[in-house]
């Protein structure tokens, strides 16, 4: 994609990745970065969509929906995940949130 700002298109998404993992409770050295793709779409809205050992860790949590907002000013950039699980009884679902922000500077 073209990006009017490429340096801060990528520092966005390399928060997002970040903050992705934090609210999964892991780091950097857990797992592969590119299990992680932000796609945008077609409203703009940011997407998360997680391969190989996230997918699975995704599917064990039970996680059902991913909310993700990134924001960037200037050198800035920030990211915002939750993890919304809920169990398979058929009673009202628990809902369960794990969220993480993530800044950092270009």
């Known amino acids: 994609q073209k990006q009017k700002n490429p340096y ?10 970040e903050a992705v993992l934090k609210a999964f409770g892991l780091g950097w050295n857990s797992v592969n970065w590119k299990t992680i793709e932000i796609i945008n779409s077609s409203s703009g809205e940011p997407k998360i ?5 996230l997918k ?8 059902k929906r991913i909310f993700c907002s990134i ?8 990211s915002f ?3 919304v699980s809920s169990n398979k009884s058929k009673q ?5 949130l794990n969220a993480d922000a993530f800044q950092t500077r270009l």
């Open 49 to 53: 969509r997680l391969y190989k050992k």
């Open 8 to 17: 801060q298109h990528f520092t966005a998404r390399f928060a997002t990745k």
């Open 56 to 63: 699975e860790l995704k599917e064990r949590k039970r996680i």
């Open 81 to 83: 995940v939750i993890l």
């Open 71 to 78: 924001s960037h000013f200037n050198e800035y950039a920030i």
């Open 92 to 96: 009202i679902p628990k809902i369960t």
